[in-house]
């Protein structure tokens, strides 16, 4: 099988200044892949671009299938009026589109899907009533409702209680499981070593990409902070010359 | 017989203005047309975080209001032409603008409306008298003559049919802008024609409640809905309930008390705002008051 995810050579820019650089390689069909990196490293601009809301200055990405993203909590309005059971049917979007009326079916899966994630009940509660565990807990019945191959998780766990964290993870076991293709930008490292197979290393550059045993060294994280701290001076002349 | 003259009193204060006056009646429909379609779009404008866009929009009108007053004087159609391109105009500019200069949109927007309206003043009293100006920033229900009727009526049709097939997409777009771009929900080009509605109910509001209040039964009556309502649809709703209740009694009262119509209307939606940030169920003061003791306990 022929990865869903393939870069080569891509750069990334928000206006002027690189968010990552020159990075070539493939995300295999049914990895499960940690992005991990310090704080402004591109892994966010490298989700959306994957995701086709960011367009690559240079190089090529290719990304095949449907990919359900689960956005940055922050990007979020927690305080819309709208119920847990809209924001699950919202996953159904890319087959009921913005004008069709939704099948009884839609709407049980939907309501499975709330009762997976532990939210049984809550399918009138407004969001806005909702704790920051429960309301990641509705965005994850999303990505089941939206059933795609492949899945962008960015900052899955960010702010949510451990309960809420482990739950969430088996779901991603789960899908791990099923042969899904999930990529999901972490801070925490333990986490990583102990649950993602595979890990890829970014400091706007790929510092290291494969088995998370081989890339999370002490060598390679020192790599990525001096990569990191180093390039503010570098990212004018970059910007100059192009 | 006191039943009788009590009914009868009823009557004269609610009702006879509007049987014996045509303008009345024509300023009525006229009204009640614009509570239909304009409270909705202020819920979204609301829940966007866009309510002074509106304004903005309404301001951004008269510079070409005033050109269509120049041709053609007092034209429902030469204004109504003249408002329409002023206020694109004014929404696409006051976005590109933003965009150019790095975010900041609301102060793009603020210095757009303030040289709008003074251009628009500036232009009008060129060539019209006081009387004129008044009528074009306060607004008149006299001024609510045929062709403003059908303005007002066509305006409110084509935007009830038009939200039915935004809302989705609308909603979408201000709950979460990611997932709506990443699921392909084109939310840019739904803007783009939410904005459009915008301006064509400032433009038909404009003839009864004038330019400066021209958005005040669209976001004071959603404002006020977010009180009542836990739903977009819900907000909807209540808006228009309220919308439609300030018409009725802002036009009775600007009858009865001989106040200007617009000023009228918009302080009756004011005082429904104040008692349901008041009484209403949703954050409401009392409704917190009555919940905290609850929650301590």
């Known amino acids: 099988m022929s990865a869903p995810i393939f870069l080569a050579d891509v750069t990334l820019t928000h206006g002027r200044h690189p968010a990552v650089h020159h990075l070539s390689g493939e995300f295999a069909a049914g990895s499960l892949t940690a992005i991990v990196g310090p704080n402004g490293a591109g892994k966010s601009t490298l989700l959306r671009a994957i995701a086709g809301l960011h367009p690559a200055h240079e190089g090529r990405l290719s990304a095949r299938g449907r990919i359900a993203l689960l956005p940055q909590a922050a990007a979020t309005d927690r305080q819309f009026p709208i119920s847990c059971l809209d924001v699950v049917q919202l996953g159904h979007w890319s087959r009921a589109g913005a004008f069709r009326a939704l099948r009884p079916a839609e709407t049980g899966a939907a309501r499975d899907a709330l009762a997976a994630v532990g939210l049984e009940g809550f399918e009138r509660r ?67 070593r102990t649950q993602f197979p595979e890990t890829l290393l970014l400091a706007r550059e790929p510092v290291a990409w494969g088995p998370t045993g081989t890339v999370l060294t002490a060598a390679n994280r020192l790599k990525a902070r001096m990569m990191s701290e180093a390039w503010d001076d570098a990212a004018e002349a970059c910007g100059r010359a192009a | 017989m006191r039943p009788r003259r009590l009914s009868a009193g009823v009557f004269d204060l609610l009702f006879s203005p509007f049987v014996e006056f045509g303008f009345l009646r024509r300023a009525l429909v006229g009204c009640l047309a614009l509570s239909l379609a304009a409270p909705p779009l202020g819920v979204f404008l609301m829940l966007r975080r866009m309510s002074l866009t509106a304004d903005v929009l309404a301001h ?64 009008i009293s060129t060539r019209a008298g006081s009387v004129e100006l008044s009528h074009l920033l306060f607004g008149s229900v006299l001024g609510v003559d045929d062709p403003a009727l059908f303005l007002m009526a066509g305006v409110a049709s084509l935007t009830l049919v038009a939200l039915a097939f935004a809302w989705r997409p609308l909603a979408l777009e201000c709950f979460d802008p990611s997932f709506a771009a990443a699921a392909g929900a084109r939310g840019g080009a739904w803007h783009m024609v939410f904005l459009g509605l915008v301006v ?32 977009v649809g819900g ?36 005082g429904l705002w104040v008692v349901s940030v008041l009484a209403g169920p949703v954050d409401g003061l009392l409704a917190r008051l009555l919940h905290r003791p609850h929650l301590a306990g």
Do not use: C, K
Not at chain 2, 203 to 229: D, E, K, S
Not at chain 2, 245 to 270: E, M, W
């Open chain 2, 60 to 123: 951004g009108i008269l510079p070409g209001i005033a050109a269509g007053f120049l041709v053609a004087g007092l034209s429902v159609t030469a204004m109504s032409v003249g408002g329409l391109l002023a206020g694109l105009v004014v929404a696409v500019g006051a976005g590109a603008i933003s965009r150019a200069t790095g975010g900041r949109e609301d102060a793009a927007l603020a210095a757009l409306y303030l040289v709008a309206l003074a251009l628009g003043v500036t232009l």
């Open chain 1, 126 to 192: 407004p969001v806005g009533s909702l704790s920051v565990g429960q309301f990641q807990r509705v965005l994850f019945a999303r990505l089941l409702v939206q059933d795609a191959p492949v899945i962008l998780l960015d900052e899955p766990f960010n702010a949510v209680d451990a309960r809420t964290a482990a739950d969430l993870l088996a779901l991603v076991h789960r899908w791990h499981g099923e042969g899904r293709t999930i990529l999901a930008v972490l801070h925490d490292l333990d986490l990583v």
């Open chain 2, 200 to 231: 064509l109910n400032v433009l038909a509001a404009f003839q009864a409640l004038g330019t400066l209040m021209a958005v005040g039964l669209m976001m004071l009556p959603a404002v006020a809905a977010r009180h009542w309502g836990r739903s």
């Open chain 2, 235 to 270: 907000m909807a709703y209540a808006a228009v309930f309220i919308a439609l209740l300030s018409s009725v009694a802002g036009l009775l009262l600007s009858y009865h008390l001989d106040l200007p119509t617009g000023p009228a209307i918009v302080l009756v939606a004011g």
